[in-house]
């Protein structure tokens, strides 16, 4: 029976490349989550320069495992594999003592935007480099560097682990309940993703079904006057993101998966999930934004109504009961 299943690129022979991959996965969401306070204050210089390092280490692995591919000496090869790991192991240790002495304990600054976009630069680099490592190693036969990346920006290696990352910061990060839900849209975009280069008819459906309930979602909370300023500019640039990515999927559709239009729709992707890591990393030091209650009319009653609209007339004489004066 024929199942519409994204393109995994993994035989036998590559078994122990995945090992390393969803091992790699975890290191990074573990590293986060310990640098990343939980609204509290921000992280310390050294602990997002330790984190940063152990992602950099990540990807120079990545590159030695890539260089295997791509070089007939397996000899050279498989020692740079070995370097790449000890340079793994040794480099953040060494570089998180030396920032020791040279930051001390100083904090980031709390409204800078310089350090999540690095971390989500990096994060998000390092996927693609393992999205370019499964499309290299599956490959039949030679590949272009156009197809190589094409390929690989269209990877369900990248697609998921970056959705699997943003997962675990999305459940970390203090997120009023309109962040959560249109950060969740973009992490199901990614799961999606990966459909809409390999089968776009149901990857379309998929991705539209998640557009028209972010959509529904935005129109809601706005009409019922319950987004603050930070997360009307929020839910703005994620609509126009999703706008992007409609763009680019139609064009990929239109040109029949060809390398331009998987690059273009992989580039649009990427750069989501780049300032989806950003935002998320700034929350978890920042602060959620407040939430706003709906607007809700109450009529006024007692001596709040006798303030606004006057007291009432007395009732005309005739009107009182017998008796009275």
Not at 75 to 93: E, G, K, R, S
Not at 128 to 134: I, W
Not at 239 to 261: H, K, Q, Y
Request: aromatic share 10%; hydrophobic share 60%.
């Amino acid at each position: 029976m024929f199942l519409p299943i994204p393109i995994v690129g993994v035989t036998s022979a590559l078994l122990a490349y995945v090992v390393i991959a969803v091992s790699m996965i975890g290191v990074t969401v573990f590293v986060l989550i310990k640098i990343l306070p939980r609204q509290a204050d921000p992280p310390l210089l050294t602990q997002v320069v330790l984190g940063l390092s152990v992602i950099f280490g990540g990807s120079v692995l990545l590159l030695a495992l890539l260089y295997v591919f791509l070089t007939p000496d397996g000899t050279t090869a498989w020692t740079w594999v070995l370097l790449a790991f000890n340079f793994m192991m040794m480099f953040p240790a060494g570089f998180w003592f030396v920032t020791q002495i040279l930051f001390e304990d100083r904090a980031i600054a709390p409204a800078s935007w310089a350090w999540p976009v690095t971390l989500g630069l990096a994060t998000t680099g390092s996927e693609v480099l393992m999205g370019l490592l499964f499309a290299v190693a599956g490959a039949n036969g030679d590949l272009s560097v156009t197809s190589a990346f094409a390929l690989g920006l269209s990877s369900i290696w990248l697609y998921w682990s970056m959705a699997a990352v943003m997962g675990a910061l999305l459940w970390w990060a203090p997120l009023s309940p309109v962040e959560r839900y249109g950060s969740l849209a973009l992490a199901l975009a990614s799961v999606s993703a990966p459909w809409v280069t390999a089968y776009p008819l149901i990857g379309g459906i998929a991705a539209a079904a998640v557009m028209i309930g972010l959509f529904l979602f935005v129109a809601r909370v706005v009409l019922e006057h319950r987004v603050s300023a930070t997360e009307l500019g929020f839910l703005l640039a994620l609509s126009a993101l999703f706008l992007a990515m409609a763009i680019a999927a139609a064009g990929l559709v239109a040109d029949a998966g060809r390398d331009p239009s998987r690059l273009a729709f992989g580039a649009v992707m990427a750069v989501g999930m780049v300032g989806e890591m950003s935002y998320l990393v700034r929350r978890c030091y920042a602060g959620p934004a407040p939430v706003v209650p709906p607007l809700r009319v109450v009529e006024p009653t007692g001596e709040a109504f006798a303030a606004t609209h006057g007291r009432p007339l007395e009732p005309a004489a005739a009107e009182r009961p017998t008796g009275a004066r």
